[in-house]
T-cell receptor
């Protein structure tokens, strides 16, 4: 079993819809949880960063962590065509290494 | 402020050769970490350098090595290239240790091994 599982998509949704992206993980020692966005031919950029269970909101983005279920989510409200990208979840392990999910390709249809 | 700069942008090599990739971090950043990204395995951590010392290392063979200079610029070297080394190599810089700070990624070096 992979340490971090993420559905590769592609996920296509109409503009204005709420997007839900998810990752599951197997290692209960993971401490910090992050979401990155990666546009084609670019490096990833950090969107959200959290270390505790619960919700964290930043503009149209909400990150949710459920440590008991080993499940994290990213919600995007009022999705825009410019949100079309690959979204990577990431988490740090006990050895301070960052483990990334393989990414979900998201297409927002105008 | 200039972002993270990686050179070259594209590289084509043949099996058995070696390659050196370069990364210039954001001014003032002391940590540089390297990642390999492939469609099959996704983004995988290679190693992190902080103040010229390797702080952490991923599960890659010894053919992959790196170093960091006193100005925080970093190089990554891959010796005896294999076809499976074809990938996008990304570096990221941060003020402090990579796991405690926001990472800023470069656009990567696309390496093709023929």
């Amino acid at each position: 079993q992979k340490e971090v599982e993420q559905d590769p998509g592609p996920l296509s949704v109409p503009e204005g819809a709420i997007v839900s992206l998810n990752c599951t993980y197997s290692n209960s020692a993971f401490q910090y949880f992050m979401w990155y966005r990666q546009y084609s031919r670019k490096g990833p950029e950090l969107l959200m960063y959290t270390y505790s269970s619960g919700n964290k909101e930043d503009g149209r983005f909400t990150a949710q962590v459920d440590k008991s279920s080993k499940y994290i989510s990213l919600f995007i409200r009022d999705s825009q065509p410019s949100d079309s990208a690959t979204y990577l979840c990431a988490m740090t392990d006990r050895d301070d290494k960052i483990i990334f999910g393989k990414g979900t390709r998201l297409h927002i249809l105008p | 402020k200039a972002g993270v700069t990686q050179t070259p942008r594209y590289l084509i090599k043949t099996r058995g050769q070696q390659v050196t990739l370069s990364c210039s971090p954001i001014s003032g950043h002391r940590s540089v970490s390297w990642y390999q990204q492939t469609p099959g395995q996704g983004l995988q951590f290679l190693f992190e350098y902080f103040s010229e010392t390797q702080r952490n290392k991923g599960n890659f063979p010894g053919r992959f090595s790196g170093r960091q200079f006193s100005n925080s610029r970093s190089e990554m070297n891959v010796s005896t290239l294999e076809l499976g080394d074809s990938a996008l190599y990304l570096c990221a810089s941060s003020l402090g240790h990579a796991t405690n700070e926001k990472l800023f990624f470069g656009s990567g070096t696309q390496l093709s091994v023929l």
